[in-house]
C-alpha cells in the first residue's frame, strides 16, 4: 500500500488550495487523516475521516475552513483548504490507518502507511 500526496503549493493569504492522495494498491476499508508539520515544529493533527466517510472530525486551528473528504471508488482523499492563513504554512501528509479500522485517531501512533507530504506555503 502507497500513498502518494499531491496539490500543494503556494497561495496568498485569504486563498483556497485543495490537495489530494492517491492509495495505491489493493482497496482498504480504513480511516483516513491529514496532518501537517511547519519548520521546527512537530507533526500535528489536520483532519480525520472516517470508513467509509460518514464522518469527519478537524482540529480547531482549521475547523470551518478545511473539509476533508474522500471518494473510495478511486482510493483517493482530499483536503479543500479555504480561508488559508500563513500559519497554514506546511508539510501536508496524508495517512491511513490499518485494515478495518474504521474510526479516524487525532496521534499519528495511530497510522501505519503515511504519504510523502506536499509543501503548502501560504503568503502574507
Known amino acids: 500500500v502507497q500513498l502518494q500526496a499531491f496539490g500543494g503549493g503556494l497561495v496568498q493569504a485569504g486563498g483556497s488550495l485543495s490537495v489530494s492522495c492517491a492509495v495505491s494498491?489493493?482497496?482498504?476499508?480504513?480511516?483516513m487523516g491529514w496532518f501537517r508539520q511547519a519548520p521546527g515544529k512537530e507533526r500535528e493533527f489536520v483532519a480525520g475521516?472516517?470508513?467509509?466517510?460518514?464522518?469527519?472530525n478537524y482540529a480547531d486551528s482549521v475547523k470551518g475552513r478545511f473539509t476533508i473528504s474522500r471518494d473510495n471508488a478511486k482510493n483517493t482523499l482530499y483536503l479543500q483548504m479555504n480561508s488559508l492563513k500563513p500559519e497554514d504554512t506546511a508539510i501536508y501528509y496524508c495517512?491511513?490507518?490499518?485494515?478495518?479500522?474504521?474510526?479516524?485517531?487525532?496521534?499519528?501512533?495511530?497510522?501505519?502507511?503515511w504519504g510523502q507530504g506536499t509543501l503548502v506555503t501560504v503568503s502574507s
Open positions: 495517512a491511513a490507518r490499518r485494515d478495518d479500522y474504521y474510526g479516524s485517531s487525532y496521534s499519528t501512533d495511530d497510522y501505519d502507511y
Open positions: 494498491g489493493r482497496a482498504r476499508r480504513a480511516a
Open positions: 475521516i472516517t470508513w467509509p466517510g460518514g464522518s469527519t
